[in-house]
Protein backbone atom coordinates (compact mmCIF):
# COMPACT_ATOMS: atom_id res chain seq x y z
CA UNK A 1 0.00 0.00 0.00
CA UNK A 2 2.56 2.52 0.38
CA UNK A 3 4.47 1.77 -2.36
CA UNK A 4 1.45 2.48 -4.45
CA UNK A 5 0.83 5.70 -2.85
CA UNK A 6 4.11 7.20 -2.65
CA UNK A 7 4.80 6.30 -6.01
CA UNK A 8 1.42 8.24 -6.93
CA UNK A 9 2.66 11.26 -5.20
CA UNK A 10 5.67 11.08 -7.15
CA UNK A 11 4.09 11.04 -10.69
CA UNK A 12 1.61 13.67 -9.98
CA UNK A 13 3.84 15.86 -8.58
CA UNK A 14 6.30 15.53 -10.82
CA UNK A 15 9.25 14.74 -8.46
CA UNK A 16 12.40 15.64 -9.05
CA UNK A 17 14.21 15.03 -6.15
CA UNK A 18 12.73 12.65 -3.18
CA UNK A 19 14.81 13.83 0.53
CA UNK A 20 14.84 11.16 3.38
CA UNK A 21 14.65 13.26 6.43
CA UNK A 22 18.18 12.22 7.78
CA UNK A 23 18.92 10.88 11.68
CA UNK A 24 21.72 12.18 13.46
CA UNK A 25 25.22 10.27 13.69
CA UNK A 26 24.53 9.03 17.12
CA UNK A 27 21.15 7.29 16.37
CA UNK A 28 22.19 6.48 13.06
CA UNK A 29 25.18 4.47 14.27
CA UNK A 30 22.70 3.07 17.56
CA UNK A 31 20.10 2.06 15.00
CA UNK A 32 22.52 1.04 12.14
CA UNK A 33 20.05 2.34 9.77
CA UNK A 34 17.60 5.10 8.60
CA UNK A 35 14.00 3.42 8.17
CA UNK A 36 12.68 6.30 5.40
CA UNK A 37 16.16 5.27 3.09
CA UNK A 38 15.66 1.50 4.37
CA UNK A 39 12.21 1.59 3.14
CA UNK A 40 13.03 3.73 -0.40
CA UNK A 41 15.85 1.14 -1.08
CA UNK A 42 13.79 -1.58 -0.49
CA UNK A 43 10.82 -0.15 -3.14
CA UNK A 44 13.96 0.79 -5.56
CA UNK A 45 13.18 4.46 -5.13
CA UNK A 46 16.05 7.08 -5.80
CA UNK A 47 16.37 9.59 -3.46
CA UNK A 48 19.06 12.57 -2.71
CA UNK A 49 20.73 12.81 0.66
CA UNK A 50 20.65 15.99 2.84
CA UNK A 51 22.80 16.35 5.85
CA UNK A 52 22.33 16.38 9.51
CA UNK A 53 24.75 18.46 10.79
CA UNK A 54 24.05 18.97 14.09
CA UNK A 55 22.86 15.96 16.80
CA UNK A 56 19.65 16.93 18.27
CA UNK A 57 18.05 15.79 21.10
CA UNK A 58 15.52 13.11 20.50
CA UNK A 59 12.43 15.47 19.52
CA UNK A 60 9.78 12.79 21.40
CA UNK A 61 12.03 14.00 24.52
CA UNK A 62 10.91 17.56 24.33
CA UNK A 63 7.23 18.10 25.35
CA UNK A 64 7.54 22.10 24.41
CA UNK A 65 6.88 23.02 20.96
CA UNK A 66 9.53 25.95 21.16
CA UNK A 67 12.14 23.18 22.79
CA UNK A 68 11.77 21.58 19.76
CA UNK A 69 11.91 24.58 17.37
CA UNK A 70 15.07 25.28 18.84
CA UNK A 71 16.54 21.60 18.94
CA UNK A 72 16.11 21.47 14.92
CA UNK A 73 17.15 25.05 14.20
CA UNK A 74 20.09 24.99 11.52
CA UNK A 75 20.91 21.30 11.96
CA UNK A 76 20.52 20.06 8.19
CA UNK A 77 22.77 21.06 5.12
CA UNK A 78 21.67 20.67 1.85
CA UNK A 79 23.84 19.79 -0.72
CA UNK A 80 21.76 19.67 -4.06
CA UNK A 81 20.79 21.61 -6.39
CA UNK A 82 17.06 22.01 -5.84
CA UNK A 83 16.98 25.04 -8.05
CA UNK A 84 13.34 24.78 -10.23
CA UNK A 85 13.10 21.23 -8.81
CA UNK A 86 9.99 19.51 -7.03
CA UNK A 87 10.78 18.22 -3.98
CA UNK A 88 9.11 15.57 -2.21
CA UNK A 89 10.58 15.13 1.89
CA UNK A 90 10.14 11.62 3.60
CA UNK A 91 9.70 11.55 7.19
CA UNK A 92 8.49 8.07 9.28
CA UNK A 93 6.85 10.44 11.88
CA UNK A 94 5.45 14.13 11.76
CA UNK A 95 4.71 15.05 15.63
CA UNK A 96 5.19 18.56 15.70
CA UNK A 97 6.60 19.53 12.50
CA UNK A 98 9.58 21.76 13.54
CA UNK A 99 11.80 18.99 11.73
CA UNK A 100 9.90 19.54 8.01
CA UNK A 101 9.86 22.83 8.84
CA UNK A 102 13.43 23.51 9.40
CA UNK A 103 14.15 21.13 6.17
CA UNK A 104 11.81 23.30 3.95
CA UNK A 105 13.39 26.83 5.76
CA UNK A 106 16.88 25.31 4.67
CA UNK A 107 15.81 24.42 1.16
CA UNK A 108 14.58 27.74 0.51
CA UNK A 109 17.88 29.20 2.10
CA UNK A 110 19.78 27.36 -0.28
CA UNK A 111 18.05 27.53 -3.68
CA UNK A 112 14.44 28.30 -4.97
CA UNK A 113 12.78 24.84 -5.45
CA UNK A 114 9.33 24.97 -7.43
CA UNK A 115 7.50 22.86 -5.08
CA UNK A 116 7.63 20.98 -1.75
CA UNK A 117 5.52 17.89 -1.24
CA UNK A 118 6.03 16.31 2.31
CA UNK A 119 5.38 12.36 2.68
CA UNK A 120 5.38 10.67 6.18
CA UNK A 121 4.32 7.23 7.19
CA UNK A 122 2.28 8.26 10.70
CA UNK A 123 1.37 11.73 11.70
CA UNK A 124 -0.06 12.77 15.03
CA UNK A 125 -2.98 13.63 15.59
CA UNK A 126 -2.03 17.02 17.69
CA UNK A 127 -0.51 17.93 14.11
CA UNK A 128 -3.36 17.27 11.69
CA UNK A 129 -5.66 18.63 13.71
CA UNK A 130 -3.51 21.71 12.81
CA UNK A 131 -4.55 21.79 9.48
Not at 39 to 56: A, H, P, Q, W
Not at 100 to 127: D, N, Q, V, W
Amino acid sequence: MVDKNLKKIILENDIDIIIPVPLNKKRLLSRGFNQVSFILDILNIEYSKIVRVKNTKHMSLLLDKNMRKHNISKAFYIPIDINKKNILIIDDIITTGSTIKEIIKELKISGTPKSITIFTFSMAHSYKKSF
